[in-house]
């Protein structure tokens, strides 16, 4: 039971932020000093230092200097402080206030279970200290303090003091931020740090001390209904291994051994069978923060960036979404260019569709009618995805919410997602594109009827690309030779192709233009046959959006597809005219003389 | 949820990641406690299978204990191991137990550069055979090009300045300055062509979170790291002419996490006992720039 209690001692993430200049390293450095905090010794030693190299002591050189001296045992430094107060643990993260460090203090922040901002008395509310209170607010970082530094400067002044906390607290609360302090203090005097000083008797507490050791870690993950965002599925068969299991860390809720669980977005059901650990059993239940596997009862098809979820409380499913997104890379995010949007385990294309306002993080300033944002624009926008995603409304779940881009294989944004929009980006080019479209004097179906058939685009799919690309061949070959009109669209032609341009892996542009390609067969009154390996239910969706009017069959080799998916399942090494049965049926061919 | 689940969490997340993020991924297992504990997530992590190969580098100055305790592990949790060695520095007695070389200079050649072309594959390798029970010469040996390492940001000041996911570019550069962001639990894993990345699963752990960590899960480690009887252990292990044993009577886990938190080490760094991070002013600047774990 003790030790139970020792191991549950926190450790508090808390970030420092704020305008350059304004403070911050002295107050850490003084209030580390004066706590106690600090190794034995370390104090005289910059002060020594400071001596002999005829520089006026200051406390930001104890932080500085412990950047580049860590020999003792706790480590200072520009991204992480590790030390104790009163026996309460902290990792502090002294993010650097310049402009040009905004990414490394969102890395920060975006952790942080409660940040303090530094604001300069004498010179007030900046640029930074705006953006920082803005970024803090679209991180989630519910606890603030403010510390308004320097008093000594403007003599102590209450008026100013009050004049900078009314400021500051009206733009605070614009961004839904209550600070649970301001504190007056001064950093090079230590005024207010460890203890209430005599200089500001106006002032009733608490000390910048008290204010971290008031700071809680209090998580609301457990408060919202269960999420596991599927991280991998597992399926190691050596040494005798055959356990399939779904990995991953609880976004939130809780999920016990028997619940009954449902897939997002492909709506799979199955349940719990157990709950995997290094060595079994595994526990009845995981709760939020936990990374840990399941198995289920049932082998339905679950791949990583699905989440997982229970029927009774469903996430949003959709294509298209109005976001908050905020932009930190030099280049400038903009419509119709392809980036990846990772949202919870998903990664997707996706495209800015709309910008709706475009905010400057410094003034709050909005812009409207702007056609791209720019570095550390905020921005409400639409999003489309090329597929459908999985998430929750930040405003019901924000950790389920958030989301960032990936432009030049870097984090280049991130954002939270306020409300899903009705249409995708597909569906409004495809309803575009048809009502656009000019057609020829000769419908397909009128093409189609001179050789006996119905225009039809016939897709397999399955795992083995050599397998399918047989099928494929032979059964273009078989209808071509009964005077049937067909045609066989290798996959290869088109990656060496029409494709050129694109990386090979770049599945989602490849089915885009797989799509319009059909459609345009299509138009020609052919019966074509074309192969994508591995598909799954979204892209087969996506390619029978994209390639409408187009009707697709689908023959299913030995694919993961749900059963209903398929128009027909192929057996292994089956005779191919296995098919004719089919294709008459379903009338693309009209006469039985096969 | 405690720290210590919490940290756990944590790193097994970031083992996942990685192993869904590289083609080409390894571990770095240099027999200590904070690699051990690493292995100790992946294998809680995946399971009890360790998916990637975990490699050594063998100074052949290792204390003959560590290397005992590695294969027998390796056999017992059926690990892929790799191990790698400067065999010609080894040969032409290029070292400083050889009086050759400084400290500092031994590390580089029988580490850094030994690990860089275990890595790259150019070196020939060992890996471990579980039928034949032996190390034999690696055929066809590819390049890795995701790492995951073992570091803490508590150690010295260049590793607390570290991402989760470091990049390093194909000279093997770390841009200190303009590191990618990292956003709540979203980590950096799409990197251009020819980019080398390490990735760091318990960077946010502390000494005394290592041997806390050890104690609950029971995790079994090398015997140096207690007292047998002389009156002294090893805080910090390396190879044998370097690493010396500080006066400890730590004789289990639970007597060391004590004399960390709130005994005779409490607020003394880690590696005391390392001669070549007193070489190098303590920072061990001038060996990680040149690609030093």
Redesign the interface.
């Known amino acids: 039971m003790k030790k139970?209690m020792?191991?549950?001692?926190?450790?508090l993430s808390i970030v420092m932020v704020g305008h350059v200049d304004h403070g911050k390293s002295t107050i850490l450095g003084r209030l580390l000093s004066e706590a106690g905090a600090l190794?034995?010794g370390k104090l005289e030693q910059i002060k020594e230092y400071c001596r002999t190299n005829a520089r006026e002591f200051e406390y930001a050189y104890l932080l500085d200097a412990l950047?580049?001296?860590?020999?003792?045992?706790?480590?200072i430094?520009?991204?992480?402080i590790?030390f104790k107060l009163e026996d309460k643990?902290f990792?502090c993260i002294d993010a650097p206030g310049h402009v040009e460090f905004i990414?490394?203090m969102?890395?920060g922040a975006?952790?942080a279970d409660a940040a303090f901002i530094v604001i300069d008395a004498k010179e007030g509310i900046k640029e930074n200290s705006r953006r920082h209170g803005y970024l803090l607010s679209f991180?989630g970082v519910k606890q603030v303090v403010v510390l308004i530094n320097k008093m000594d400067i403007i003599d102590y002044s209450e008026e100013q003091y009050r004049n900078i906390a009314e400021n500051f607290d009206s733009f605070l609360s614009g961004l839904g931020i209550k600070p649970l302090e301001y504190i007056p203090v001064s950093g090079r005097n230590g005024d207010n740090l460890v203890s209430l000083s005599d200089m500001t008797p106006w002032y009733s507490g608490p000390s910048v001390k008290e204010a971290f050791l008031a700071f809680s870690n209090y998580s609301t993950r457990l408060e919202y209904p269960f999420r596991l965002p599927v991280?991998?599925v597992?399926k190691?068969t050596?040494?005798g291994?055959n356990?399939r299991?779904i990995?991953?860390?609880v976004e939130t809720g809780t999920l016990k051994k028997g619940d009954h669980v449902k897939v997002f977005p492909s709506g799979a059901e199955s349940t719990v069978a157990n709950i995997?650990?290094?060595y079994p059993p595994g526990p009845d239940e995981v709760?939020?923060?936990?990374?840990t596997?399941i198995t289920l009862t049932d082998s339905i098809y679950v791949k990583?960036g699905e989440l997982l979820a229970k029927e009774e409380d469903p996430p949003s499913v959709a294509y298209s979404f109005r976001v908050s997104l905020f932009w930190?890379a030099p280049q400038p995010l903009i419509k119709e260019k392809k980036y990846?949007l990772?949202l919870n385990a998903s990664r997707e294309a996706v495209y800015l569709t709309d910008i709706i306002s475009v905010v400057d993080s410094s003034e709050l300033s909005t812009e409207s009618n702007r056609d791209y944002i720019g570095q550390y624009d905020i921005s409400e926008c639409i999003l489309s995805t090329v597929k459908p995603v999985a998430f929750d409304l930040y405003s019901s779940n924000p950790y389920t919410g958030?989301?960032?881009i990936?432009d030049?294989?870097?984090?280049s944004g991130?954002g939270v997602i306020l409300e899903t929009i009705g249409s995708s980006h597909i569906d409004k080019h495809v309803d575009m594109r048809e009502s656009a479209w000019r057609k020829n004097q000769i419908s397909p179906i009128c093409r189609g009827q001179r050789f006996s058939q119905k225009p039809q685009v016939i897709l397999f799919t399955g795992k083995n690309l050599e397998e399918l690309d047989r099928y494929a061949k032979e059964l273009g070959k078989r209808l071509f030779n009964k005077g049937w009109n067909s045609y066989y669209l290798a996959m290869d032609n088109l990656l060496r192709g029409i494709d050129y341009d694109i990386l090979s892996s770049d599945r989602e542009e490849h089915l885009l233009r797989l799509g319009e390609l059909l459609r345009l067969l299509y138009d020609t009154g052919l019966v074509v046959l074309t192969v994508i390996v591995d598909a799954d239910i979204y892209e087969i969706e996506l390619l029978k959006k994209i390639s409408q009017p187009a009707k697709l069959m689908i023959i299913d080799t030995d694919s993961n597809l749900p059963a209903n998916m398929s128009d027909f399942k192929l057996e292994r090494n089956a005779d191919i005219s296995v098919l004719d049965g089919l294709l008459r049926k379903k009338s693309i061919i009209e006469e039985y003389n096969i | 949820m405690d720290r210590l689940q919490k940290l756990e969490s944590n790193g097994i997340y970031i083992l996942r990641e990685a192993y869904k993020s590289f083609g080409s991924l390894c571990m770095l297992w240099s027999i200590g406690k904070d690699s051990t504990v690493l292995l100790h997530l992946a294998r809680k992590a995946f399971f009890g299978h360790v998916p990637f190969p975990l490699v050594h580098i063998d100074t052949s100055f290792k204390i003959p204990e560590m290397i005992s305790y590695r294969d027998k592990m390796v056999k017992e949790w059926h690990l892929d191991m790799i191990v790698g060695q400067n065999k010609e520095a080894i040969r032409e007695k290029e070292t400083y137990p050889d009086g050759k070389l400084n400290r500092i200079q031994c590390c580089m050649k029988l580490k850094s550069e030994a690990l860089r072309h275990t890595i790259s594959g150019d070196w020939p390798r060992l890996r471990f055979d579980h039928k034949q029970s032996k190390y034999i010469e690696e055929k066809d040996a590819k390049p890795f090009s995701g790492v995951i390492v073992g570091v803490r940001a508590d150690e010295e000041g260049t590793r607390s300045k570290e991402r989760v996911f470091s990049p390093r570019n194909t000279e093997g550069n770390w841009n200190i300055v303009g590191q990618p962001p990292e956003l709540w639990n979203y980590y950096n894993t799409d990197f251009a062509p020819g980019t080398h990345v390490r990735i760091h699963p318990i960077l946010e752990w502390t000494e005394l979170d290592i041997w806390e960590y050890i104690e609950r899960e029971k995790i079994p480690v090398v015997s140096l790291y207690f007292d047998n009887g002389c009156g002294k252990r090893y805080r910090s292990l390396g190879c044998a002419p370097c690493t010396s044993p500080i006066i400890s009577s730590a004789k289990n886990v639970s007597e060391i996490v004590k004399e960390l938190s709130s005994g005779s080490l409490k607020g003394i760094a880690e590696r005391t006992g390392r001669e070549q991070d007193k070489e190098d002013g303590g920072t061990l600047e001038t060996l990680r720039k040149d690609g030093y774990m």
């Open positions: 139970d020792k191991n549950n001692k926190q450790r190794p034995k950047k580049e001296e860590q020999a003792q045992g706790i480590t430094d520009s991204a992480r590790f643990e990792i990414k490394n969102v890395t975006s952790r991180l991280q991998d597992y190691f050596r040494l291994d356990r299991i990995a991953g860390t995997e650990t290094l709760s939020a923060g936990i990374a596997g990583r930190l990846i990772r958030r989301f960032v990936i030049q294989y870097e984090i991130g």
